[in-house]
């Protein structure tokens, strides 16, 4: 089946500052990768994704590219604010294998960023 | 956008006793929607995969006589944890899948079990 492997944290940044989480997967099949962010106390809202290999997926200043010889979704953003800090989950879907249209979710990360 | 909508949000429940969660696509149909289990700052976990009018396909390791799921119409899916027990407490969190293979998620419940 598939996996998914991401920084684990928690990372802790002042605002302003540059953000970057690492993800990782294995998969069988045509895998499409996501980030999700999760709020304190709320549900799973998609942060961004991608469909094909070197597309980038971006939002609310947030970006992350599918590098599929790497096997990679990094997610980054330049300039992080209060507001960001919540629990990012990388994610991915693929349509072979036994895990066919199943999402796999990496650890989360909690991300908190002081004033 | 699509919503999909879970109720309740919380719930709090007896030892024993059953609860039922319901999570519901309000403006899309949806064939097939996704369980999940979120344990405190842990990821989710895979629960089971609901398709409408067919039983569900539950994942290794999950009770299918604990966790019953109904997926009676394009538009509905139940999780019912029955004979509730306080290790069930949890966040439980469904998503649906709409057109074009896109996932949405609900909202998510937070079930206790005194």
């Known amino acids: 089946g598939n996996s998914v492997t991401q920084m684990e944290g928690p990372v802790t940044l002042s605002e302003e500052a540059f953000l970057t989480i690492n993800c990782t997967y294995t998969a069988t099949g045509y895998p499409s990768p996501f980030w999700y962010v999760q709020y304190p106390g709320e549900g799973l809202q998609l942060l961004l994704k991608?469909?094909?290999?070197?597309d980038k997926g971006s939002n609310k200043g947030f970006e992350a590219t599918y590098r599929k010889e790497t096997t990679s979704f990094h997610l980054e953003k330049g300039s992080v604010q209060v507001s960001d800090s919540a629990v990012y989950f990388c994610?991915?879907?693929?349509?072979?294998?036994?895990?066919?249209?199943?999402?796999?979710f990496g650890q989360g990360t909690i991300l908190t960023v002081h004033p | 956008g699509a919503v999909v909508s879970q109720h309740p949000s919380r719930v709090i429940c007896k030892s024993g006793t059953s609860v039922k969660i319901e999570c519901r696509s309000l403006d899309f149909q949806a064939t097939t929607m996704f369980w999940y289990r979120q344990f405190p700052k842990q990821s989710l976990m895979l629960m089971a995969t609901?398709?409408?009018?067919?039983?569900?396909?539950?994942e290794q390791g999950v009770e299918k006589d604990k966790f019953l799921i109904n997926h009676a119409s394009l538009t509905l899916s139940t999780l019912t944890v029955t004979s509730a027990h306080p290790e069930d407490s949890s966040f439980y969190i469904c998503?649906?899948?709409?057109?074009?293979?896109?996932?949405?998620f609900g909202e998510g419940s937070w079930l206790t079990v005194v």
């Open positions: 994610a991915l879907r693929s349509f072979g294998g036994t895990s066919y249209g199943k999402l796999t």
């Open positions: 998503s649906a899948q709409g057109g074009g293979n896109t996932i949405y």
């Open positions: 609901s398709n409408e009018g067919s039983k569900a396909t539950y």
């Open positions: 991608a469909t094909k290999a070197d």
